[in-house]
């Protein structure tokens, strides 16, 4: 088992990660209180699969006995990240005589997570929650730095709060059961932080494709303790985003317009991602930071994992279409849109571009 700590001014918590860590009670006792209520929050998809055993290890904890052990099973998918699903927990809550001692533990991937952390940021003014992320991109992404948040129905993540949960414990061993896309699309976050932050990881990542996407127990834990660990750095250096944190979004700015115009789920996340990152990648390449060979390694590394390489097609989105949605990218400033690009491999800052740069770097 690994266990990494993330410490912030305010706050620090551990991150466990391992093959059937959610079996452990012990990775829970430290953070429940006797005589606590908890709910677990989770969705129609993980409730047949994984309920029953996390609520096993809470009940063998001994630390909350089975009066005060809730749960609720919310609709799956993006469009239920929203008041209605926050309003079901909250009542849930309120008819069961939550107060502000009292817990959640949110079990699901990125969608769980979010609505859970940003409805315990309301609850009575704040109350704790401890994150079981079971999807790759919750793993090594969302569950971590406290960024929780709904959608609204004009614009995703528009409702938000910044709040940490007490502990992140990661289970690899639910992985096996992640759709295949899914799992591909969460590897893209992975190789992000490589491409953002460390060289090694880079080989590493290219050393070990069969081994990863193949779930081999030891390759995949290594693969997610290193991608969070690099995530924390981040987040432990500059918590609210003013800085360096931004260079999390490498590869998002080009992403996000790829995932917005085709519409949300045509192309996941991490597949937009994994496209935008390599437009990223020409960029900086096309800005005279990384040659041509580091931008091969980058398109091949991704392309290698599974992830689509080729944007779509001008027909379906063309310059203005990528300028309308980047223009609006809340890492903008001074009507300029600013882009993360690598300064070279496991190094990465923030620039702007002229609009000949970017038209050349989505015509790949
Ligand atoms: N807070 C942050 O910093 C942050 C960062 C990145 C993304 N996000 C958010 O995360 C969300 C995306 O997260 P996601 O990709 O995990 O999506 P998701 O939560 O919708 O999960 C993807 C699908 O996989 C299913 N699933 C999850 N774990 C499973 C398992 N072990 N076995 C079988 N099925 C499983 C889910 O039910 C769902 O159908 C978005 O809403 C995004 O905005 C937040
Ligand atoms: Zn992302």
């Known amino acids: ?3 990494l700590s993330i410490k912030l001014a305010n706050h620090s918590y551990p991150i466990y990660i391992g093959e059937n860590a959610m079996d452990n009670p012990q990775y829970f006792n430290q953070h429940l209180k006797n005589n606590q209520k908890v709910l677990i929050v989770t969705n129609t998809t993980i409730a047949p699969l994984y309920l029953e055993r996390l609520k096993h290890t809470i009940a063998i904890s001994g630390i909350i ?33 939550f107060d502000r001692h009292s817990l959640i533990i949110a079990l699901g991937g990125g969608v769980i997570g979010d609505m859970v952390g940003f409805t315990c940021s309301i609850y009575m003014r704040g109350i704790q929650f401890i994150q079981v992320p079971t999807s790759l991109l919750a ?25 940490h949960p007490q502990a992140v414990i990661a289970d690899t061993s639910v992985l096996k059961t992640l759709d295949k896309r899914q799992l591909i699309s969460g590897i893209a976050e ?16 290219e050393s070990n494709i069969q081994n990863v996407l193949n779930l081999d127990e030891q390759s995949i834990k290594y693969a997610v303790y290193r991608s969070c660990q690099i995530k924390a750095s981040f987040v432990e ?6 800085n360096i944190r931004a260079y999390l979004n490498f590869g998002h700015t080009f992403g996000h317009a790829i995932e917005s115009h085709m519409g949300y789920g045509v192309w996941l996340h991490g597949e937009a991602v994994g496209c935008g990152m ?18 091969l390694r980058i398109f091949n590394l991704i392309q290698n ?42 190094n990465a800052q923030k ?11 989505i015509n790949i």
């Open 139 to 163: 793993q090594v992404d969302s569950s971590i730095g406290g960024k929780t948040g709904i959608n609204h129905e004009l614009g995703k993540n528009m409702l938000g709060a910044f709040c």
């Open 237 to 242: 250096q500059d918590e609210k985003e003013q």
């Open 278 to 295: 390599v437009m990223a990648a020409r960029l900086s390449m096309l800005q005279g930071y990384i040659n041509n060979q580091q931008y």
């Open 1 to 3: 088992m690994q266990i």
């Open 65 to 97: 006995n089975s009066d005060n052990l809730f749960s609720i099973v919310l609709n799956d998918g993006e469009q239920y990240k929203d008041w209605s699903s926050v309003e079901r927990i909250v009542q849930c809550m309120l008819e069961n005589s």
């Open 305 to 346: 994992y599974g992830l689509p390489v080729i944007p779509p097609t001008y027909k379906d989105m063309n310059f203005n279409d990528y300028i309308k949605y980047m223009s609006k990218d809340k890492k903008n400033q001074n009507n300029q849109i600013n882009f993360i690009i690598l300064k070279s491999l496991g």
């Open 190 to 205: 992975i190789l992000k932080h490589a491409f953002i932050a460390d060289v090694d990881f880079i080989t590493w990542l």
């Open 351 to 361: 620039n702007i571009a002229t609009s000949k740069e970017i038209e050349c770097s």
